[in-house]
C-alpha cells in the first residue's frame, strides 16, 4: 500500500491510486516536480551530517546516546501524567510533551541476553530520533510485538514506524512526527510507504497474482494505477507476533528499498519533499524516527552503514536506470 498523509489531509490515511488522485489533493505528479533550489539543504532543515562507514555503526546503547526524544499529545485516557499536563481527545491535537520529556517512560532501554533492547509501550504518540542526518545508507534492525494496546488505536492493528529522511522541525505532523517518508511497521502492513506531511515518491510494490493467491510477484515496471488495481496482501512476510521480524531499508539518492524479512517489499524512485508553495525539491537524506504509536513493540540491533552501490539481488529486482543511481 503506498499513502499520503499531509496536514491538508485532515490527519486521515489515504490511500494514492493514480497521479490523478494526487492532482485531486493538490500535490504535483512527480515528474512535472520543480526543480530545487540551490539552498535545499537549508530549506529542508537537516540536521547535522553523520559520517558513515562500511562497518555496521550499531545505534542503540544504554543511555540512547544517538538519539534525542519528542513526545507528542497524551490522549484523555492517559493515567499517571504529572498534574496540569495537557492531554487531547484524539492523541494528536493540543500541546504535545515535548522534546525529551516522557514522564511514563514510553521509550526505556532494556537489556536482553547482553545486548539493548528499546521498548517502547506506545501508551503515547512520540518518536526517537536520531541526533544525526544519514544519506546513502543500509539501515536494519528487527522488530517484535508485544501486548499492549492503547487508545486511540485500541481497537485498531499495532502500529509503529519507521521513519526516514526526516527533516524540518519536531511536530510537522499530528504535533509528533517530522515530515518524513514512513516505512510502515504495522501487522500485516508491514513495508509499506506512508508520506508525512509533505513528502511524496514513485513507488512500485509487491502483489499478488490475483489468479494464483498464492504467490506474490513483482512488478518493477508498474504504474500506481495498475497496482492499485490488484488486491494487496499484506503479511505474506511477516513472522508470528512475539517473534522477531528483519526489516532492511536500502537507500541511494532519490531511490530506497525497503525489505522485510529478506524479500523486497517497496521499491521508491524520485522521492520529494514540499519545502512551501507547491515547491518540491529532492529529498535524499535525513534523520530516523523509531514510532510510539498506540502499541507496544520492542527494536533491537538496530544499526546502519555507509552504502555505495544496491546489492546485486536488490538491484536486480528493482531495475534502477544508471541515471538514477548516478544522482546520488
Known amino acids: 500500500m503506498i499513502y499520503c498523509v499531509c496536514d491538508f489531509c485532515c490527519g486521515k490515511k489515504w490511500l494514492l491510486l493514480a497521479p490523478v488522485f494526487l492532482f485531486l489533493l493538490g500535490l504535483p505528479v512527480l515528474s512535472m516536480a520543480a526543480d ?19 562497518e555496521w555503526k550499531p545505534l542503540l546503547d544504554a543511555t540512547l ?3 534525542e526524544l519528542w513526545m507528542g499529545v497524551p490522549h484523555k485516557t492517559v493515567t499517571g ?7 487531547s481527545e484524539d ?4 500541546t504535545p510533551l515535548g522534546l525529551n520529556n516522557d514522564p511514563l517512560h514510553v521509550f526505556t532501554i532494556q537489556t536482553d541476553s547482553g545486548e539493548p533492547v528499546l521498548h517502547i509501550t506506545g501508551q503515547i504518540f512520540g518518536g526517537l530520533t536520531t ?24 481497537k485498531e492493528k499495532r502500529d509503529s514506524g519507521i521513519l526516514y529522511h526526516c527533516t524540518g522541525p519536531h511536530g510537522a505532523f499530528w504535533k509528533v512526527w517530522k515530515r518524513c517518508l514512513e516505512f510502515q511497521v504495522q501487522e500485516a502492513d508491514m513495508g509499506d510507504l506512508y508520506c508525512l506531511s509533505g513528502t511524496n515518491a514513485d513507488a512500485t510494490v509487491q502483489h499478488h497474482d ?35 521480524n528483519t526489516l532492511e531499508l536500502y537507500t541511494l539518492g532519490q531511490t530506497s528499498v525497503a525489505v522485510v524479512n529478506g524479500h523486497v517489499d517497496m521499491v521508491l524512485r524520485n522521492t520529494m519533499a514540499n519545502i512551501g508553495n507547491n515547491r518540491w525539491v529532492p529529498l535524499s537524506s535525513g534523520q530516523i524516527q523509531l514510532q510510539s504509536e498506540g502499541a507496544e513493540i520492542e527494536y533491537r540491533r538496530v ?13 536486480a529486482i528493482s531495475k534502477f536506470t544508471p541515471a538514477e543511481l548516478a544522482a546520488h
Open 36 to 54: 530545487a533550489p540551490a539552498d535545499t539543504e537549508s530549506k529542508l532543515g537537516l540536521a547535522p551530517a553523520g559520517t558513515l562507514s562500511p
Open 65 to 67: 546516546s544517538n538519539w
Open 81 to 87: 501524567l504529572p498534574p496540569g499536563t495537557p492531554v
Open 91 to 94: 492523541g494528536h491535537e493540543g
Open 131 to 154: 541526533l544525526n542526518s544519514y544519506s546513502n545508507y543500509h539501515f536494519r534492525c528487527q522488530v517484535r510485538w508485544g501486548q499492549l494496546k492503547w487508545e486511540p488505536k485500541l
Open 210 to 244: 490475483p489468479k494464483d493467491p498464492g504467490n506474490r510477484s513483482y512488478d518493477p515496471a508498474g504504474t500506481l494505477e495498475k497496482v492499485g488495481g490488484l488486491p494487496h496482501l499484506r503479511g505474506s512476510f511477516e513472522v508470528p507476533n512475539g517473534e522477531w
Open 303 to 315: 544499526e546502519i552503514q555507509a552504502l555505495k552501490e544496491y546489492p546485486p539481488e536488490i538491484q
